[in-house]
């Protein structure tokens, strides 16, 4: 279902723009808007660009962490107009409204959108599984941050039809594991790996990225999730005798 997804906009810098996508989100019947330590909120020129969507700012939901923003969701995309050193699973809107609405019916979906004038860091797309990019002029790819979400809103929309005619359920198997969970799996994964002495504090940042990549590759459901927090129990509890 289109509630099933949040839109989050990290660091937004001109007001009007948060109410241009809250009209946006409004047009494709979508209403979980989540800010993420925006510049200036709330805001006339928000309310003004809105035009009728004042509902949509009303229940926007305002963090001052993505890690806060995401902690609930199950499947996280990051948009990005670049393409990025390391590679992060790439797919175009329709494929991420593909991915959410028919792979995935029933997932806590976050699509997560940038500043307007740097975007996404790369710490901020390493919490979300995929990337998703609009195809474009590649000599001039950034798109308006609200024309960003139409068009992404505009493909989530034409999936949950297809969503709505499927049945919807997770055939008995467990949920995708949250991104809150998945955080506490890094964070114990990464004590481990110190503890161990396999990782290096200083050269940790690039594995762990690396690492995020294999796990984002496996899809890992919660009873997975719970079954590695257990190795790694284990493993730290070796390693102390
Ligand atoms: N100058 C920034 C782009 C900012 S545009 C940069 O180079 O990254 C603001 C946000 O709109 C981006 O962070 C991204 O979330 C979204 N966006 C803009 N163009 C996009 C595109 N072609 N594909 C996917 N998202 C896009």
Not at 111 to 117: M, S, T
Request: net charge neutral; proline share 4%.
């Amino acid at each position: 279902m289109l509630s099933d997804v949040k839109i989050v906009l990290v660091g937004t810098t001109h007001p009007g723009n948060i109410g241009a996508v809250a009209r946006a989100m409004k047009n494709m019947n979508m209403s979980q808007l989540c800010l993420v330590a925006p510049k200036i909120f709330p805001s006339a020129d928000a309310t003004a660009r809105a035009s009728g969507a004042d509902d949509v700012l009303a229940g926007a939901m305002v963090c001052q962490t993505l890690q806060e923003a995401i902690a609930d969701c199950r499947i996280v995309f990051g948009a990005s107009a670049r393409s990025r050193t390391i590679s992060w699973p790439e797919m175009t809107p329709k494929e991420c409204a593909e991915e959410i609405f028919v792979r995935r019916p029933g997932h806590r979906a976050a699509i997560v959108f940038g500043r307007e004038h740097s975007g996404l860091t790369n710490e901020e797309l390493d919490l979300c599984r995929y990337l998703v990019h609009i195809p474009c002029n590649p000599k001039f790819s950034s798109l308006n941050l609200a024309a960003a979400v139409q068009v992404v809103c505009y493909e989530l929309f034409v999936a949950a039809g297809i969503d709505d005619r499927n049945a919807i359920g997770d055939k008995g198997e467990h949920p995708l594991a949250t991104s809150a969970q998945m955080e506490s799996f890094y964070a114990h994964l990464y004590q481990t790996l110190i503890d161990t002495g396999y990782l290096q504090v200083e050269q940790s940042k690039s594995t762990m990225r690396r690492l995020r990549r294999i796990y984002n590759r496996a899809q890992l459901d919660t009873k997975e999730v719970d079954m590695l927090r257990g190795i790694l129990r284990m493993t730290q509890g070796e390693h102390r005798n």
